[in-house]
T-cell receptor, first 114, second 112 residues
Framework: DAGVTQSPTHLIKTRGQQVTLRCSPKSGHDTVSWYQQALGQGPQFIFQYYEEEERQRGNFPDRFSGHQFPNYSSELNVNALLLGDSALYLC?????????????FGPGTRLTVL | EDQVTQSPEALRLQEGESSSLNCSYTVSGLRGLFWYRQDPGKGPEFLFTLYSAGEEKEKERLKATLTKKESFLHITAPKPEDSATYLCAVQDRAAGANNLFFGTGTRLTVIP
């Protein structure tokens, strides 16, 4: 049973560039959430996708956008990168709202912005 | 606004020395409280979900408990492989929120 997978593992970008991160959910899950984790901090919620729509959003600017595909996989896009966007980006999958609440995380993508 | 405070920030234990980690929380209405383990550079690994005060769950050397204001993660006779950062998170019933709101974690080191 495959868990949550993310790609790439690491990325190095320069300020102003754009980046796309990818996530495949755990088998049987159809809800995907994205989190940003700065060094030494807990993960912070970016947004959640269910049925190919953004259902909920945290306190992140519009530079952060996403997409969910019919096979439930998801992408996180960040435009106009800032130095402060350097972080571990985590994808988590779960059953939809109203069912089991546990969210299972992938290994993350380490983004470095120079 | 939701708030999760974990203490201590860091904890060093001798192998076999039992202790507890604390997670204090403030939410409008608790939907669930979650404990995760995170190794350096990796994603959080799910440990427990607690839903109501008085609930307890156990897994190997770990036991999680919940009151109306805080949760404890008790570690009995820890081993070096228990060294990790332990994260606490809450889900708030308000406005249908099912995102996780995390604390900053407790970094546990178990010395052989």
């Amino acid at each position: 049973d495959a868990g949550v997978t993310q790609s790439p593992t690491h990325l190095i970008k320069t300020r102003g560039q754009q980046v796309t991160l990818r996530c495949s959910p755990k088998s049987g899950h159809d809800t995907v959430s994205w989190y940003q984790q700065a060094l030494g901090q807990g993960p912070q919620f970016i947004f959640q996708y269910y049925e190919e729509e953004e259902r909920q959003r945290g306190n992140f600017p519009d530079r952060f956008s996403g997409h969910q595909f019919p096979n439930y996989s998801s992408e996180l896009n960040v435009n106009a990168l800032l130095l402060g966007d350097s972080a571990l980006y985590l994808c988590a999958s779960s059953f939809p709202w109203g069912q089991y609440n546990e969210q299972f995380f992938g290994p993350g993508t380490r983004l470095t912005v120079l | 606004e939701d708030q999760v405070t974990q203490s201590p920030e860091a904890l060093r234990l001798q192998e076999g020395e039992s202790s507890s980690l604390n997670c204090s929380y403030t939410v409008s209405g608790l939907r669930g409280l979650f404990w995760y383990r995170q190794d350096p550079g990796k994603g959080p690994e799910f440990l427990f979900t607690l839903y109501s005060a008085g609930e307890e769950k156990e897994k190997e050397r770990l036991k999680a408990t919940l009151t109306k204001k805080e949760s404890f993660l008790h570690i009995t006779a820890p081993k070096p492989e228990d060294s990790a950062t332990y994260l606490c998170a809450v889900q708030d019933r308000a406005a249908g929120a099912n995102n996780l709101f995390f604390g900053t974690g407790t970094r546990l080191t178990v010395i052989p």
